[in-house]
């Protein structure tokens, strides 16, 4: 196998807050029901995590569950993993109706860093970011100005974005205009 | 003159000198003036001239409402036209220019209209321009092309230097205006604990409550605004932002803010505007009130100016407008601007009061020795550049007996109208106050909100209260609703108490005098930026014109960019008063967004330059970029249209990469291509309805064409579907379709199949694919290694996954080009090592790149259609001769049913054939072709059009596709095909597919 290269090879830029591509990230998209009990234990095994509640994002580095809708998670591995991960997932899935299906090369990954983060987000999600509304242990799935993008907090000042890998330039290019010198809102 | 006068000016800083511009003349000015109080401090009264009989004007105004003092603004990357002077605060440096006019703004060639103003009434343009017909065209339209608009447009070469951008906002009560109202109103909605913001559109704090006076709880009402400003800085639930105006109030709480970052201090770092997009639970609209001109003759000669502006000038910025001003009034309050000027040392030589009777204040002006006369009126202010004199007579009258004066300036006041727009934005309504002559906000029909309930709160002046004490306790009461209803419990307190010089009722006058006559009234203007006078509104209804919307676009009044801020109240009393109809009845024109006019860049936000639109790249992009790639926008994808190579045109590179891929081997980058799984044990069943074709009898490892058609039966959709197990399919969709398709898949199964068990995924972005084609694409990919990828291992439309080189890889064996193709699809992150393998590898069997343009030539050759282009979405399969893909086993499939309506099964429908002209040249894009006699419009029978259309290298000829009227029973005639180049193009009806009809060269 060749070395797989992510979408921008860890570009970063920094204003007034940091912003760079965090390189490959293992993901499977995963739909079924739930609340079955072969799907809980089949996220429990690939990620140690409980199957999240609505808009949850439960994630320790790289590895992690979110809540994308009623009936699909977005599972989180290490990108070397998640061939094994996906395989022995869809061998417990087997006998239930469920769709886990490996998307790591179909997207970006972004960290927005530093204490103007969240105002560098709020200008390109309609979300309400103020630290009463949005924490860590949280996940959006929104739009970046014009293109879909998911987010959540690693901490109080560290955002990672999900973006469509094609889309990866545009994001980064829009972080950058949002993050500019100069730009601060002062209200987060 | 007007001039700087030695003290007052409460928001300058004398220490701090500024050097500006105007027309090319370098003028000073301090820090903290707006460019308008700076004119005047260099009397520069006149400052623009009018749009339609351009008259010479001086700024009326002293903020937003401003309808004459517009500049142009800035130089180069950072010109503007149409700047309002009194809202641009003055910076080292800034140059404007005034408008609308020619040669300069003294001599003024335009203003010979002002000589035809009898010539021009109202509804001037559509009396004149009707007749005679032919001249529309030639004499009219460039007449008024030339004349319209008031500013410049920036050069077209210039680019905007600044950024923009967006930020979204949520709060739970959202106040618009930073007045002492809105600063009350916004202390008692945070005392409740709800979040709270509040916006403001100047620079200031406590709006004009300062210049006006009085006091709160004892103290003066500056200080009072200080301490309540430093209080709601203190409050960590406050945000505040000044410089940033309330610009609309929409549906749902959604509120634009639009924020003036970097205006008074251009090229600072950050974005030069911000526009705030906010959601609030609740709104309160505390944007003050606006003074009306009076409408006497002459009331727009320079030097003219509202009472309360004038005022504003000598208190805020230490300016006065003239030497010697006369003031006219039917209220109190312009007392109070013969006061502050009387006691700056102005000469006030008259206060012209309409009514018989004024009240404290007037006995304060007289006090001060200025002669106050009751029932007079202005009968004429002349002048042209500057007030020169005013002829005083009774306010009962024609306007006779006059008295002149000298004077160089006049204040005039109206009476105050609510600034009710924010209130009006989404539909509350308004009530008409008798004792005040003005509009102010219902409370009891609010604009309302998904509940029903009201989600807009009125405070202070803007609701109507205008005397100190009831602002503020207006504003209280406002404040704790909006708490209330934002569902907080507020803490009630009383308000703080001010007070104020009690004041007579006003008397409204709505002409002055009163019975004017005609040659006054032709000289009293209503709409000053537009020219609307009291006489063309009269003219508008002795014409006919009752609704005051029509006489709005008959007479222009309120048209300008200022919207009508000063004109539309007397106006509509003028209106109103023709009519014999009463003010309430003939009603208010519509408010809409935005308040005043705001940066188009602002709505664009970040989205210019690089971040225009998302451009979606594959993961060969770069690779394709420099390599000599023409790019071709297909959706937000950039696909190569042509590799072009120094030296070539397109048209040269596109003809090589034709031959090359027919004759070596082809490359090109499919990754585009959309890729969707459809997984579930009632995934075939689902998959037979999406498609026209069966897919549950596909056995696994194989593949097959299918055709998707809309409930309404055309053609939405087609692609190769591999069946991937047992419960699995992979559907691959054209590069436009990838996200419709899945939104119509989901549609499908969440709306009506919610209980077949089905699950989709997008999975087009985890592939780079590749497409191997050509004689030679065997062989380089043996070179390569890996799977075995013989006739016999992978038989055409197989698809098997295995190894090539390095690279774990699916092999599709599928054909778009009639060659020995391979569709190759590999994890996207390897995609550009795959390609660079392949490149590598194909060196000795001729491998070249190829773009969307042969790929579509190739298809054309061998008669495959292409969704969007033999496709328009009034297509259906059978147009295209594809009933082999309609499966008549299948109980039912979307557009199976409208398949059978009588217009779909019509044998009059065009059909597709394939078309060669009879010289080789190539039919032009989209023509139609021509038949016998012509239609009821005169115009020649169509019967049937081009739908591709190429220059085949291959053939070295023009082919083309196109729908003809019983086409397919027309082989071998002559159609003819009319360009819009004067030529007329002939070609024969013939089978579509021109190249390799046996399909061997795929099949090997």
Not at chain 1, 150 to 172: G, H, K, L, N, P
Not at chain 2, 957 to 972: E, N, S, T, V
């Amino acid at each position: 196998m060749s070395e797989p290269i992510s979408a921008l090879n860890h570009a970063s830029y920094t204003g007034i807050a940091k912003v760079e591509e965090c390189g490959l990230q293992g993901m499977i998209t995963l739909r079924g029901d739930l609340s079955d009990k072969v799907l809980i234990k089949a996220v429990k095994d690939a990620t140690g995590q409980k199957v999240p509640g609505q808009r949850e994002a439960l994630i320790k580095g790289d590895t992690g569950v979110c809540w994308m809708s009623t009936d699909e998670l977005l599972v989180l591995v290490p990108y070397a993993e998640v061939e094994t991960k996906l395989a022995v997932m869809s061998n417990a899935l087997s006998g239930v109706h469920a769709l886990a299906v490996n998307v790591s090369d179909a997207r970006a990954v972004f960290r927005i860093a530093g204490a103007n983060a969240r105002e560098v987000m709020g200008k390109l999600a309609p979300v309400d970011l103020s630290a009463e509304a949005f924490q860590p242990g949280q996940i959006r799935r929104s739009r970046l100005a014009q293109v879909a993008g998911a987010f959540w907090m690693d901490d109080d000042e560290t955002f990672r974005v999900v973006c469509f890998r094609s889309a990866a330039d545009y994001v980064f290019k829009l972080l950058k205009v949002a993050a500019q010198p100069g730009s601060e809102v002062g209200v987060y | 003159m007007s001039t700087r006068l030695a003290k007052q000016g409460r928001l300058i800083d004398r220490s701090k000198q500024v050097t500006f511009t105007f027309n090319g003349t370098s003028m000073q000015g301090y820090e903290g003036d707006t460019l308008a109080s700076a004119l005047l401090a260099n009397d520069q009264m006149m400052m623009g001239r009018s749009f339609k009989y351009h008259r010479p004007r001086g700024v009326v105004a002293s903020g937003a409402e401003e309808p004459n003092a517009l500049v142009g603004l800035g130089q180069g990357n950072r010109f503007e036209p149409n700047q309002r002077a009194t809202t641009t605060e003055l910076f080292n440096g800034l140059t404007s220019a005034s408008q609308n006019h020619w040669p300069n703004l003294e001599f003024d060639i335009g203003a010979v209209n002002k000589h035809l103003s009898r010539f021009l009434p109202a509804g001037f343009y559509y009396k004149m321009f009707i007749h005679p017909k032919p001249f529309w065209k030639h004499v009219y339209e460039p007449f008024i092309r030339q004349s319209a608009g008031l500013g410049k447009a920036p050069d077209k070469d210039s680019r905007d230097a600044d950024t923009y951008e967006h930020f979204y906002a949520f709060t739970d009560i959202l106040v618009i205006g930073g007045g002492i109202a809105g600063l009350q109103a916004a202390k008692a909605a945070a005392q409740s604990g709800a979040k709270v913001m509040l916006i403001e559109q100047t620079a200031h704090w406590g709006g004009r409550a300062p210049v006006d006076g009085g006091t709160v709880d004892g103290q003066p009402v500056d200080k009072f605004v200080e301490q309540l400003v430093s209080e709601l800085e203190t409050m960590d639930n406050v945000t505040m932002r000044s410089r940033c105006m309330g610009a609309g109030v929409y549906d749902h709480g959604y509120v634009l803010g639009y924020e003036r970052l970097t205006d008074h201090k251009p090229g600072a770092q950050g974005p030069r505007h911000r526009l705030w997009r906010i959601r609030a639970k609740q709104i309160v609209t505390a944007t003050g009130a606006i003074e009306r001109p009076l409408s006497f003759a002459g009331n727009d000669v320079p030097g003219v100016m509202l009472a309360s502006a004038m005022r504003d000038y000598v208190v805020n910025w230490g300016v006065t407008p003239g030497d010697r001003v006369i003031v006219a009034t039917n209220n109190d309050d312009a007392y109070r601007t013969a006061i502050i000027l009387k006691q700056a040392g102005v000469d006030i030589l008259r206060v012209v009061d309409a009514r018989a009777t004024a009240g404290p204040l007037a006995e304060e002006a007289r006090q001060l020795g200025i002669r106050v006369d009751p029932g007079k009126a202005i009968a004429k202010v002349k002048g042209g550049k500057r007030v020169k004199k005013v002829a005083l007579c009774n306010q009962d009258g024609i306007g006779g007996a006059r008295e002149e004066i000298e004077c160089d300036a006049v204040a005039m006041s109206g009476g105050w109208s609510p600034v009710v727009h924010m209130w009006s934005h989404c539909g509350g309504k308004l009530l008409w106050d008798e004792a005040n002559a003005h509009f102010h906000p219902d409370p009891e029909r609010p604009p309302l909100g998904a509940n029903g309930e009201g989600f807009v709160v009125a405070a202070g002046a803007a609701n109507g209260a205008m005397p100190l004490q009831d602002v503020l306790f207006d504003a209280q009461t406002a404040g704790e609703a909006a708490s209330n209803a934002a569902g907080f419990t507020p803490v009630t307190a009383d308000a703080p108490k001010g007070a104020d010089v009690a004041e007579a009722p006003m008397e409204p006058v709505w002409l002055m005098p009163a019975n004017a006559d005609i040659q006054l009234r032709m000289k009293s203007w209503l709409d000053f930026q537009n020219d609307v006078k009291v006489s063309d509104v009269q003219l508008a209804a002795r014409e006919g014109y009752e609704s005051v919307e029509h006489t709005k676009r008959y007479t222009t009044l309120g048209m300008a960019t200022d919207q009508g801020k000063l004109s539309n109240i007397n106006g509509l009393a003028i209106l109103a008063d023709a009519l014999d109809s009463e003010i309430p009845k003939v009603g208010t024109t519509t408010f809409r967004p935005p308040y005043t006019p705001i940066s188009m860049a602002s709505i664009g936000g970040e989205a210019r330059g690089d971040v225009f639109q998302p451009i979606r790249q594959t993961p060969m992009h770069n690779w394709h970029d420099k390599n000599g790639a023409d790019w071709e926008p297909v959706g937000h994808w950039r696909r190569t249209y042509a590799y072009v190579r120094p030296g070539e045109s397109v048209h040269d590179a596109v003809n090589r990469e034709v031959k090359n891929t027919r004759e070596n081997l082809g490359l090109l980058d499919a990754s585009t291509l959309g890729k969707l799984i459809v997984k579930g044990p009632d995934a075939g069943k689902f998959l037979d309805m999406m498609y026209t074709n069966m897919m549950s009898t596909l056995k696994v490892g194989k593949c097959r064409y299918g055709l998707m058609c809309s409930e309404n039966g055309f053609l939405i959709d087609d692609g190769v579907v591999a069946r991937i197990d047992e419960d699995t399919w992979l559907c691959h969709t054209t590069t436009g379709g990838a996200e419709r398709i899945h939104g119509h898949m989901e549609e499908w199964l969440q709306t009506e199949w919610w209980d077949w068990k089905v699950y989709v995924a997008n999975v087009t972005e985890q592939y780079a694919q590749v497409a191997v084609v050509g004689p030679n694409a065997r062989k380089v990919l043996e070179k390569l290694g890996g799977m075995d990828l013989s006739k016999e291992a992978l038989p055409f439309m197989e698809w098997r996954d295995g190894k090539i080189g390095d690279f774990d890889c699916r092999a599709y064996r599928i054909s778009f080009s009639g060659e020995l193709s391979y569709e190759l699809a590999v994890p996207a992150s390897q995609g550009q090592a795959f390609w660079d393998a392949l490149t590598e590898a194909g060196k000795e069997f001729g491998v070249m790149p190829y773009g969307t343009e042969c790929l579509h030539i190739l298809r054309a050759e061998k008669g495959f259609i292409m969704i969007g282009d033999e496709t328009d979405g009034t297509v259906i399969p059978q147009d295209l001769g594809l009933h082999w893909a309609l499966s008549k086993k299948k109980e039912d499939y979307l557009g199976k049913r409208a398949h059978s309506r009588t217009h779909m099964a019509d044998p009059e429908r065009w059909k597709l054939v394939g078309l060669e002209t009879v010289d080789g040249s190539v039919i032009p894009d989209g023509a139609y072709a021509v038949g016998e006699g012509v239609n009821a419009n005169g115009q020649r029978n169509m019967i049937g059009r081009v739908t591709s259309t190429y220059y085949s290298a291959n053939l070295g000829k023009g082919i083309a596709m196109g729908l003809i009227k019983h086409g397919p029973d027309r082989m071998g005639e002559i159609v003819e095909f009319p360009g819009t180049d004067g030529k007329s193009y002939k070609a024969k009806i013939v089978d579509p597919i021109f190249f390799d009809k046996d399909g061997e060269k795929q099949n090997v």
